[in-house]
Each structure stands twice: as C-alpha cells, then as structure tokens.
C-alpha cells in the first residue's frame, strides 16, 4: 500500500461549458457578437491569479438543441419531449467523472472549490431561474442541468460542494464572493 505523507492539494473549480466557451450561449439575431465569442474573462484571471484549475461541464441546451436554438423559460424546457432526460444522462456522467477525479487523486490531492452554474439560465441557474407560472418571475431555484447534478453528486457522498453562479451581466459579483471562500 502506498502512503503519503504529506499530500498536496490541487484546488479546481466545476464550470459551466459557457464560461470557457461562450459560443454555445443562446444565440439571437441583431444581438452583439462578443456575447457569443471567447471565455468569462474574469474567471480565468481568477483561476489564473490563484493557480486553480478549471473542469469544464457540458452545455445541456447547445448539445440538445445546437444554435440558434428557440428562447426558452425553464417551464419550457421542462415540457420539451426528452429534455429532461438528457440533462439527467449528462448530469449522471459527468458526476461520475468528478468522483473519479477526486477519489483517484491521492497526491496532489483533487479540491474542487466549488460548482459554478449560470445566473438566469433554465438550465444551469444555481439559485434563480426564470419561471411564467404566476408572469415573469426569479424563483428561487436551480436549473434543470444542476439539480440533476446535485441530485447525481450526492449519490457519491459529494453533499457539501458550495454552489455558485457566475452573472454575464455582473461579472465581478462572482470573484468578489470567491475572493472571500478561497
Ligand atoms: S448556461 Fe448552461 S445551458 Fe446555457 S449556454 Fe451556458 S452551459 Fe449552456
């Protein structure tokens, strides 16, 4: 058996496909390009001021729908044939990719920091999504894609990695709560 002693610690954050890969984003005609191109600039200089690795989790509505695809609410989405269990067969693969990249790190030791999910997004939203139940409301509640993660993490005991949210339209509230937890 092999013992170490003094194990390092990587620490890396889970992100939502869009932030290093804007071009999957919902794409509306008329709309400025620079939505739809390059990265969340300020989370790479995050990552990047405090050595913090990056894993990329698949982008559910680009994958299911491709671009340009219709504007949906979350209660959209939630009625669209098969939606749903696509965002659940992404959500059960890629939490097993994440229980294998922390079970098998021994040295340096695998620290994921947190998930980071979209602001808004029916899909990736870790506190708000859009919902027409009762007119235009911010509910507080998660995106189909991160509740079937969370529901997908817990089964391999990961119950305690925070959940945050990156804000295309505000995008330093993020690094200012993340300056404060790391
Ligand atoms: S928020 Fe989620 S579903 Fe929307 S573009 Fe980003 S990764 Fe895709």
Redesign the pocket.
Known sequence: MVIFMNSLTSKVLVV????LN?S???WQEGKPLERNIGLANNVIEYALRHNIGLIQ??????TFCGNPRPSRRKDEYEVLPGFKEHCERLARTFAKQIKMLVTMSKNPRIHIIAVI??KR?????VRTAISMRNGLLYQNEK?I?IEFLEKELNVYGQTTLPFLEFDFDNPGELTEILEKIV
């Open positions: 939502s496909h869009c932030l804007k999957v984003r919902w989790m698949p982008c559910p509505e680009f999910g979209v997004s029916p899909s990736c939203a995106g894609f």
